[in-house]
């Protein structure tokens, strides 16, 4: 499914998508019913750049595989801890930016930066 969501063309995706009916018709069906043009760069209308999209509450999910399980009240305690930790992590990370930018895009531009200095400009008459 993988594949079929980073298709680029019509003709890769129905080859992937041919190729997980056969390997899991379940599974195809799901995906199908999930509305392709959400998840797959061949139906979506604007170009995404390789980037794939997600929301909070799948992310939310993914953390909490291992905890459905939990009696209610536990579980909305994890939840409240979890959010509170991940809300109190980026608050300091935010707070020791010494940039207006991200570190990671500072260093991205100093290395840019850095390239820069050994380019000669020329003047043209």
Known sequence: MDKAARAYTELQYNWHMEELRNLNPNAYNYVIDVCPYKWSCVHYPDRRYR???TN????????????????????????RNMLHRWF??????????????TDATHLVILK???????????PVD
Do not use: G
Request: charged share 20%.
């Open 51 to 53: 980037v794939m999209t």
């Open 56 to 79: 909070a509450a799948e992310c939310i999910n993914s953390c909490l595989k291992f905890t459905r399980q939990l009696p209610m009240l536990t579980l909305a305690e994890f939840i």
């Open 88 to 101: 109190h992590d980026r608050h300091r990370a935010a707070q020791s930016i010494r940039h207006q930018l």
């Open 112 to 122: 840019c930066v850095d390239k820069c200095n050994f380019i000669t400009v020329n």
